[in-house]
């Protein structure tokens, strides 16, 4: 099964030869047929399933034909990073197409995105918070939105965002595309997709529950110090088999170079390997030669799974359930595991969405020199503000209190010698 069968636009294919894209992912091959047929879709789906591509290439194909220079699609994110992310891949894969996108978000001068909004665009990719306050100051015209795309529904609920996505489909036309992705279906998303989707496809990849067995280790951490913490923790668990996550290509390449550097066993999976490396990298952590694997979720896909005894999420997932994916990794066939996630300040949204769906079986760690304080936990929804950089600035909130609960010190776990056996399977 190819990319073929879908009849892209040439222009269009190229782009996906160019990201190196050959097989459709599942979300992929479900989603873009009914989309290019203009039905609303419903999806199911965790990030690093190739979500974004299962809408970016359709709504490309759907600007090839009509005027340029209108906003014709606008896709809606719950941070700055994922908005920023989406536009890149329109980017990569619109350049032959030249298609051009504007990504806006909070946290950044309003000014360059009026500039660029000027300019025209046919795609935007917006965080609701500043997608609000360009349409309050009529800095942007939604008039020829044709299609509309809730990514990551679910995250925006957590975010508190939903009310401001309401806010905006009041502002496009009522005959439109709408696509909704989401990783959950909270009755909320439920809600929102009856009253925006109208006889919508629904499709539903890889939903998991999270995996009884595994204990579940958050630790709070800066960026810099995170592979230092990972260096630590390898050092100090007796750990048969590691999969570590990272969130992008190139910092899963990194953090194998340095892990190779400093004397471990380690190899590297990600999207720009040819076949052979690839093969290469998989058969020397099946067979046990390297102990470590860092890898991107996407590239991570159908690794056998028998031998990994521990995950370690370098970067946090995006959602609950690309945790839950990942983390299905192990503990399925060890039937116990371990699951390391670092977490730094602008992952505390999820980490609190965690935290409800792990309950008793999350612990948090601190370790002298390498961990930050923990993250406040008040019970209450994390708001993010559309920046997508962590909550409110002086809201009277800390992101990482300093007054620690009991509780939570008193699970730590020493990581000296005489504990290792626990660790052990
Ligand atoms: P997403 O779930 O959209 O965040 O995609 C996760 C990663 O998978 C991104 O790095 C994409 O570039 C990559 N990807 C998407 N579709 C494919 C595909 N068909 N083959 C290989 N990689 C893909």
Redesign the pocket.
């Known amino acids: 099964m190819s990319f073929e069968k879908f009849k892209l636009d040439a222009k269009i294919f190229a782009g996906v030869q160019a990201?190196?894209?050959?097989?459709?992912?599942p979300i992929?091959l479900e989603s873009i047929p009914p989309i290019m047929e203009s039905r609303d879709v419903m999806g199911l789906a965790q990030?690093?399933?190739?979500?974004?591509?299962?809408f970016v290439l359709p709504i490309l194909q759907r600007l090839m034909q009509g005027p340029r220079g209108h906003i014709r699609a606008l896709i809606i994110a719950p941070t700055r990073e994922l908005s920023e992310?989406t536009h890149k891949?329109i980017g990569q894969l619109g350049r032959r197409a030249q298609i051009r996108s504007a990504s806006i978000y909070g946290g950044v001068n309003i000014n360059g995105q009026i500039t660029k909004l000027r300019d025209r665009v046919d795609i935007v990719s917006a965080c609701p918070g500043r997608l609000l306050d360009h349409i309050q100051r009529n800095t942007i015209d939604l008039s020829h939105v044709e299609v509309l795309v809730l990514d990551e529904a679910d995250h925006m609920f957590d975010m508190g965002f939903l009310p401001d996505v309401r806010r905006i489909v009041k502002h496009l036309p009522a005959q439109r595309q709408t696509l909704l992705f989401s990783a959950t279906m909270p009755e909320d998303i439920r809600s929102l997709a009856n009253d925006l989707l109208t006889n919508p496809v629904n499709i539903k990849i890889g939903h998991e529950a999270p995996i009884e067995t595994v204990t579940h280790h958050f630790y709070p951490v800066q960026m810099a110090t995170k592979t230092a913490l990972l260096k630590d923790i390898l050092d100090k668990t007796e750990m048969e088999s590691v999969l570590v996550f990272t969130r992008t290509?190139s910092r899963a390449k990194s953090v194998a170079l340095q892990l190779d550097k400093s004397g471990y066993k380690v190899t590297s999976l990600h999207?720009n390997l040819t076949q052979q490396k690839r093969q290469h990298a998989l058969d020397g952590f099946r067979d046990g030669r390297y102990e470590i694997m860092v890898a991107?979720?996407?590239a991570a896909r159908g690794i056998d799974v028998t031998r990994i005894s521990h995950v370690i999420n370098y970067d946090m997932p995006s959602t609950t359930d690309a945790y839950t994916h990942r983390i299905g990794r192990t503990g399925r066939a060890a039937k116990t595991g371990d699951a390391f996630t670092f977490v730094t300040g602008e992952d505390a949204g999820l980490a609190h969405s965690l935290k409800r769906v792990l309950g008793e079986k999350l612990e948090y760690h601190s370790v002298a020199g390498l961990t930050t304080s923990m993250p406040v936990d008040d019970g209450s929804p994390a708001r993010r503000n559309s920046s997508g950089r962590g909550m409110k600035p002086n809201n009277g909130r800390k992101l990482f209190a300093t007054k620690a609960r009991p509780n939570i010190r008193s699970k730590q776990r020493s990581f000296d010698s005489s504990n290792r056996s626990q660790w052990a399977h």
């Open positions: 990201l190196g894209y050959k097989v459709p992912t992929q990030t690093g399933t190739g979500k974004t591509a299962a992310q891949a290509k999207g991107t979720d996407i």
